[in-house]
Nanobody
Framework: QAQLVESGGGLVQAGGSLRLSCAAS????????MGWFRQAPGKEREFVAV????????LYKDSVKGRFTISRDNAENTVYLQMNTLKVEDTAVYYC???????????????WGQGTQVTVSS
């Protein structure tokens, strides 16, 4: 059974950094494109970043470009999201997801983690 487990969330001051990890099991990790999404209270889940199955293609939400970096280690079945210069508006639950299409759309993703809370204080 496929499972994605996020870790690395927490409370950080504005301007700080966090590194999220997402460990995958029960699926052929290197065959999936991996995405990060986030959901703030009262808002819909939104795309943050996606990396293709071999890491050759990457897309970011405009507001995180230059601050966030997505990467993956297929040998370790893990995808990462390095978040620098965090802003209060980055506060959300962050989810990783695995999908068969390289996409920014949530319906294209087959498997989802349980999420990890990121809180940025001013």
């Amino acid at each position: 059974q496929a499972q994605l487990v996020e870790s690395g969330g927490g409370l950080v001051q504005a301007g700080g950094s966090l590194r999220l990890s997402c460990a995958a099991s029960g699926l052929s990790f290197s065959s999936y494109h991996m995405g990060w999404f986030r959901q703030a209270p009262g808002k819909e889940r939104e795309f943050v970043a996606v990396i293709s199955w071999r890491g050759g293609s990457i897309l970011y939400k405009d507001s995180v470009k230059g601050r966030f970096t997505i990467s993956r280690d297929n040998a370790e079945n893990t995808v990462y999201l390095q978040m620098n210069t965090l802003k209060v508006e980055d506060t959300a639950v962050y989810y990783c997801a695995a999908g068969g299409r390289f996409s920014t759309a949530t319906p294209e993703y087959n498997y989802w983690g349980q999420g990890t809370q990121v809180t940025v204080s001013s």
